[in-house]
T-cell receptor, first 113, second 113 residues
Framework: EAGVVQSPRYKIIEKKQPVAFWCNPI?????LYWYLQNLGQGPELLIR????????DSQLPKDRFSAERLKGVDSTLKIQPAELGDSAVYLC???????????FGPGTRLLVL | GNSVTQMEGPVTLSEEAFLTINCTYT??????LFWYVQYPGEGLQLLLK?????DKGSNKGFEATYRKETTSFHLEKGSVQVSDSAVYFC????????????FGKGTHLIIQP
């Protein structure tokens, strides 16, 4: 069974540029999560989707961050414009609906210069 | 709110030594508890879990017991190997409308040959 797929694995951009991350969850997993992991810290939840609906985006900085999961499968997380402090690893995870166990992708490591 | 506290690292041990990484938590209700491992440059992998008090999760020689009375979920391994070198994260999921996992800050484990 394929795991959670994320791309790109690495991204380097200049500040004020836009950037987008893509995630494909495990087949059959209705619930999808985006986490932010700063260096030396544990992941922190940004947004959770149940199918195509964002059920909790309270931690998402909405002035510059947006996310979508139009068909309830793949998801995209966007930052526009990026700031130096956005340099981090962006992790995607998925689970069965109502499931407690989340499975993580390899993450996208973003560096903003 | 929910929180997870882990012992700070790095923890440096010799090969075949006994390992304990402490984890305590604060949560409402009866959370499920997890240990995830993150190897360099990779995403988080589920190591083990326990969903109710006195449950013991185990995998790859690692064990952790859900202790409700001490709100702890310490990770142990009897004989560590160089390949166990990684960052270990303790996490909880409280469900009941709460979203996502709450992670500790992670413990960097270094095993020397």
């Amino acid at each position: 069974e394929a795991g959670v797929v994320q791309s790109p694995r690495y991204k380097i951009i200049e500040k004020k540029q836009p950037v987008a991350f893509w995630c494909n969850p495990i087949s059959g997993h209705n619930t999808l999560y985006w986490y932010l992991q700063n260096l030396g810290q544990g992941p922190e939840l940004l947004i959770r989707y149940e199918n195509e609906e964002a059920v909790d985006d309270s931690q998402l900085p909405k002035d510059r961050f947006s996310a979508e999961r139009l068909k309830g499968v793949d998801s995209t997380l966007k930052i526009q414009p990026a700031e130096l402090g956005d340099s981090a690893v962006y992790l995607c995870a998925s689970s069965l609906q109502g499931g407690q166990t989340q499975y993580f992708g390899p993450g996208t490591r973003l560096l903003v210069l | 709110g929910n929180s997870v506290t882990q012992m700070e690292g790095p923890v440096t041990l010799s090969e075949e030594a006994f390992l304990t990484i402490n984890c305590t938590y604060t949560a409402t209700g009866y959370p499920s508890l997890f240990w995830y491992v993150q190897y360099p440059g990779e995403g988080l992998q589920l190591l083990l879990k326990a969903t109710k008090a006195d449950d013991k999760g185990s995998n790859k020689g690692f064990e952790a017991t859900y202790r409700k009375e001490t709100t702890s979920f310490h990770l142990e391994k009897g004989s560590v190997q160089v390949s166990d070198s990684a960052v270990y994260f303790c996490a909880l999921y409280s469900g009941g409308g709460a979203d996502g996992l709450t992670f500790g800050k992670g413990t960097h484990l270094i095993i020397q040959p």
